[in-house]
Nanobody, 123 residues
């Protein structure tokens, strides 16, 4: 089992920045690829970023490329999502998740999920 706890969400103005953190406990964190997902009101859940266990491979959803950066610190059992140039359409609940395979944008490959943190971007 892997337990995941997100933090760092909040209210920010358009153009602002936030850094989300996801702290993991349980099984060896470094053995898992990690992903950040979001679900906006009335929309399907989508993966915004994924990182391999080593940090060497990353994937991003097109709308966040060049604005969001996923990273991880295996010594701290933590994965981060740095979000810059935020837009109102980034408003959503953000979740981190762990996958026993490689980095992937496919939600079905993720076995463990956090409870989520709310990000609200005001216009």
């Amino acid at each position: 089992q892997v337990q995941l706890v997100e933090s760092g969400g909040g209210l920010v103005q358009t153009g602002g920045s936030l850094r989300l953190s996801c702290a993991a406990s349980g099984r060896t964190f470094s053995g898992y690829a990690m992903g950040w997902f979001r679900r906006a009101p009335g929309k399907e859940r989508e993966c915004v970023a994924s990182v391999s266990w080593s940090g060497g491979t990353t994937y991003y959803e097109d709308s966040v490329k060049d604005r969001f950066t996923i990273s991880r610190d295996n010594a701290k059992n933590t994965v981060y999502l740095q979000m810059n140039s935020l837009k109102p359409e980034d408003t959503a609940v953000y979740y981190c998740a762990a996958s026993g395979g490689g980095a992937t944008m496919n939600a079905r490959r993720y076995a463990y999920w956090g409870q989520g943190t709310q990000v609200t971007v005001s216009s």
